[in-house]
């Protein structure tokens, strides 16, 4: 059963980032003390009660000609069509404006609910204000403040009243998100596979701050696909907000089955396209290059492209390399294919019998070198885990694994099994150990 939408929208800094991460009951919204902040439309699934739904949160509506304001009052539109119902967050501290008489006249025009939810309650001057928005003309008006609790449970349960209670379901659905550098075309390719205009894309890099979810339906199959800010390399001066999306990426990455490594092809490999795949190493997450506006690039081949790849990121040759053209969506049929299969490896059982044969063969074919007389032993061999796959060697002396032979073991694994896409771990214990 679909799943009822509540859209916040709200003039810029009237606090609706605020109470949006306080509803969800985490800091998904980037909250800073200036306008502006929230560019794109973040979407969260919220639970009061047991009842769950949607909640969204847009860019504050201003009337002066501001970089970005058209594509933000569209993409507040845009929520506003898709809502059920709309919570108009107005300043009590500040009063009515005309920034807000404007968006009553969008939200008239939409035929939605409307509630609207005067903010701030907590400073004295609001009092006086809190009449004058009832010229805005809706019918229901719920002072609060989303610091200081204020109102907080009126508002949720006039929200919630018409909301039908839900048994928690597991979301078995496979999570993929981009990441990668600003400005090579994630939020392109996001709206390229949606189909829809769904994130503000604008050739001015780092558009996207928040890291913002999806659903994909792909061959009657839903994937959750989540879009997330530019990765910038850290200088001098790095503002706050960079520091909160950044770490809205890395959280991104945790919640992601697998990474889509996007890389500009018209500006080539960068050191820190590098330094980003890593990031998605380090957390065992499934790894696919995405090497976008293919079709800018002339005086080089798919194939040298490829040994290049290859050459700079040496510790991820197991990661498939899709190239295409977010902009034309030319070759933009190629990637789900790859996302399905790695999404299939990450997740991958091998027998243990057949495992201990490829590794037992592997061993006599190559035995581990000696160091002082000693030389490692292998008795068994178990994948432990999965997502991503893990191996555990049950040995002699752990002490005597070589880097370069459990790298072996790792190339002797993927030689037999599928797992491309995929980090595998080994682990190494010794036969005594009684730890499992």
Not at 276 to 305: C, P, Q
Not at 325 to 345: D, F, Q, Y
Not at 407 to 433: A, V
Request: glycine share 6%.
């Amino acid at each position: 059963m679909k799943l009822p939408i509540v859209a916040l929208v709200g003039r810029p800094n009237v606090g609706k980032s605020t109470l949006f991460n306080k509803i969800v009951g985490k800091k998904v919204s980037i909250i800073e003390d200036m306008p502006g902040v929230t560019r794109d439309r973040i979407y969260q699934e919220a639970n009061y009660n047991n009842k769950k739904f949607y909640l969204v949160d847009t860019g504050g509506i201003d009337t002066t000609k501001l970089d970005f304001n058209n594509e933000i009052k569209t993409q507040a539109e845009i929520a506003i069509n898709e809502a059920d119902l709309v919570v108009f967050i107005v300043d009590g501290k500040e009063g009515l404006t005309a920034n807000d008489l404007v968006i009553r006249d969008i939200l008239r025009k939409s035929n939605k609910k409307i509630i609207v939810a005067i903010n701030k309650m907590d400073v004295k001057s609001a009092n006086d204000n809190i009449y004058d928005f009832y010229e805005l003309g809706f019918d229901t008006y719920i002072p609060i403040s989303s610091i200081h609790n204020i109102g907080y449970i009126d508002l949720m349960d006039t929200m919630t009243m018409d909301f039908i209670e839900y048994e928690e379901v597991e979301d078995n659905r496979l999570k993929f998100c981009m990441i990668g550098r600003p400005n090579v075309g994630k939020s392109s390719l996001m709206n390229a596979l949606l189909n829809e205009d769904r994130v503000v894309v604008s050739n001015i890099a780092g558009t996207t701050r928040d890291s913002i979810d999806s659903v994909l339906k792909y061959h009657n199959e839903e994937y959750v696909l989540i879009d997330t800010a530019g990765m910038r390399k850290k200088g001098k001066v790095y503002e706050a907000i960079e520091k909160y999306s950044l770490f809205r990426s890395l959280k991104a990455i945790d919640r992601s089955d697998i990474c889509l490594v996007v890389i500009n092809a018209e500006e080539g490999i960068k050191e820190h396209d590098k330094h980003i795949a890593g990031y998605a190493i380090e957390r065992g997450k499934g790894l696919i290059f995405v090497v976008n506006k293919w079709d800018t690039v002339t005086d080089t081949t798919m194939s040298d492209f490829t040994k290049l790849m290859r050459a700079e990121f040496q510790f991820a040759t197991y990661a498939p390399i899709v190239y295409l053209s977010a902009l034309t969506k030319k070759r933009i049929h190629t990637l789900m294919p790859e996302v399905i299969k790695v999404g299939e490896n990450i997740k991958r059982e091998v027998k243990t019998s057949l495992l201990n044969n490829v590794i037992m063969d592997a061993y006599q074919l190559n035995l581990p070198p000696s160091y002082k007389s000693k030389r490692l032993k292998i008795y068994f061999t178990s994948q432990t885990g999965n997502r991503p796959p893990k191996f555990t060697f049950r040995v002699n002396n752990k002490g005597l694994v070589h880097f370069s032979y459990e790298r072996y073991l790792e190339n002797k694994i993927r030689e037999n099994f599928d797992f491309d896409g995929t980090p595998i771990m080994l682990q190494f214990k010794n036969r005594s150990d009684d730890e499992l």
